[in-house]
């Protein structure tokens, strides 16, 4: 084990569309002593980095008592999964950097402060993000911080991925995780019309990775199998089993990384004549049973050569 993904609870302030946290029992929540169990438990087991998500971990009580305790232990990276709203708040930041805190990953919905309201169901959700963005970057001027984001790909907002990355970049983000919207949580609540179709994406994903790169920032796509993309692109691929990642949820629910549902796919018969099949997680079963499978084609021999298939692993 290289990481440890500490999930504490799933209570949280904004109320995503398709979000495992609207669904959850809010009040299944670890205590402190189960937290600096499971603290002690990656060290333990040989984990070097904290991925601390939830919910919203900023909510939580203990979060601070958290950062400080995974810096004690000798944490080397500490990254902190969040909306970034509650960073908009005076002094916030400032704690959270010094009890630990040196990674931030924004979840990132829109520019258009509309869209990403109504993509968080949070009123001012955005307008207090841009605000704690401000207070983070502030704070990096004396607390070493990497700042990256996460991209929720949907119906809704997909087109302005280019734009977006290229934004946030020039204001020192490092690294940009693109998620394609996912059915699996989404409890009653019909969103099938927040699925775009991935090959409909794959332009803008494409001008995404490219605008990163020229501005020294990295891409990395989620969910997206090798034939989707062009291998002259296959580095925005993500190895899930490379981070060598443990998450933990509560009620002491382990598993790893690749294991999951999001990152776990399925295999259409023709991917059987795939050169690639073996890196590649294949495609999830609810956008198949959404879109079907006529997308996934296999990649030919000729078509691999002199590409690394493997993509890349998000310790960068």
């Keep these: 084990?290289?990481?440890?993904?500490?999930?504490?609870?799933?209570?949280?302030?904004?109320?995503?569309?398709?979000?495992?946290s609207c669904s959850a029992d809010a009040e299944a929540q670890m205590d402190w002593?189960?937290?600096?169990?499971?603290?002690?438990?990656?060290?333990?087991?040989?984990?070097?980095?904290?991925?601390?998500?939830?919910?919203?971990?900023?909510?939580?009580?203990?979060?601070?008592?958290?950062?400080?305790?995974?810096?004690?232990?000798?944490?080397?990276?500490?990254?902190?999964?969040?909306?970034g709203m509650l960073f908009a708040y005076e002094g916030f930041a400032e704690r959270a950097c010094a009890a630990g805190m040196n990674e931030v990953n924004l979840l990132l919905k829109s520019l258009d402060p509309k869209v990403h309201d109504a993509l968080n169901r949070t009123?001012?959700?955005?307008?207090?993000?841009?605000?704690?963005?401000?207070?983070?970057?502030?704070?990096?001027?004396?607390?070493?911080?990497?700042?990256?984001g996460d991209f929720l790909m949907t119906a809704r907002n997909w087109q302005e991925l280019p734009e977006l990355v290229e934004h946030y970049a020039k204001l020192g983000l490092v690294h940009f995780n693109i998620w394609l919207f996912s059915l699996v949580d989404q409890g009653s609540r019909d969103l099938r019309r927040l699925v775009p179709r991935i090959s409909?994406?794959?332009?803008?994903?494409?001008?995404?990775?490219?605008?990163?790169?020229?501005?020294?920032?990295?891409?990395?796509?989620?969910?997206?199998?090798?034939?989707?993309?062009?291998?002259?692109?296959?580095?925005?691929?993500f190895d899930a089993a490379g981070m060598d990642l443990a998450v933990v949820n509560p009620g002491g629910h382990v598993f790893m990384l690749e294991t999951s549902?999001?990152?776990?796919?399925?295999?259409?018969?023709r991917c059987e004549g795939c050169a690639v099949r073996q890196w590649c997680h294949g495609m999830r079963s609810d956008y198949v049973m959404l879109h079907g499978d006529e997308e996934l084609q296999p990649v030919s021999a000729e078509l691999a050569l002199g590409y690394d298939p493997r993509g890349s692993i998000l310790d960068l």
């Design 1 to 20: 084990m290289r990481w440890i993904e500490l999930s504490p609870g799933f209570a949280c302030n904004c109320r995503c569309s398709g979000c495992f």
């Design 33 to 83: 002593p189960e937290v600096q169990r499971w603290l002690h438990y990656g060290r333990k087991k040989g984990a070097k980095h904290l991925w601390l998500s939830g919910g919203e971990p900023t909510l939580r009580r203990d979060f601070l008592k958290t950062l400080r305790l995974a810096k004690h232990l000798g944490y080397e990276r500490i990254k902190v999964q969040s909306n």
């Design 123 to 148: 009123p001012r959700s955005h307008e207090l993000l841009t605000k704690g963005l401000d207070r983070l970057r502030e704070v990096s001027a004396d607390h070493p911080l990497r700042l990256e």
């Design 200 to 237: 409909d994406c794959v332009p803008a994903m494409i001008a995404a990775r490219d605008v990163a790169k020229r501005l020294g920032a990295t891409v990395c796509s989620l969910n997206t199998p090798q034939c989707m993309l062009p291998p002259t692109h296959w580095d925005m691929q």
């Design 261 to 269: 549902s999001i990152e776990q796919g399925i295999y259409v018969a």
